[in-house]
């Protein structure tokens, strides 16, 4: 028979849920077990959290939660790049410019 523990933060100790203790809902979750599954990636039998933290890493794959954000500041940077490439073209382009003012001077 399964048993179902929980986080007591007052003792700040494991305690099992029994009829006449009932599962506190603002308790901090505790991951059950993890039901064995194919992987998608490449067909690999996976029965375990270690296997999976294994398989996730060496396939480049990552749960969605841990890439919060990523997005974001990708779009930052690429707007911050995208500005400095801007300023570059018109810096280049008013040298241009300037370069064949300074030969229709010199050479009529």
């Known amino acids: 028979m399964r048993r179902k523990w929980v986080y007591d933060p007052t003792s700040k100790e494991m305690v099992e849920v029994t009829p006449d203790r009932a599962a506190d809902v603002a308790a901090p979750a505790v991951w059950g077990d ?3 599954f194919v992987s998608a990636a490449d067909g690999t039998y996976i029965s375990d959290r270690g296997q999976l933290r294994r398989h996730m ?8 939660d841990e890439m919060k954000g990523t997005a974001e500041r990708a779009r930052r940077e690429r707007a911050k790049r995208e500005r400095s490439e801007r300023i570059q073209a ?3 382009a008013y040298e241009q410019v300037r ?3 300074r030969a229709k001077k010199r050479f009529g």
């Open 57 to 64: 890493k060496q396939h480049g794959i990552a749960f969605a």
């Open 34 to 36: 993890l039901k064995p």
């Open 99 to 101: 370069n064949i003012e």
């Open 90 to 92: 018109v810096c280049n």
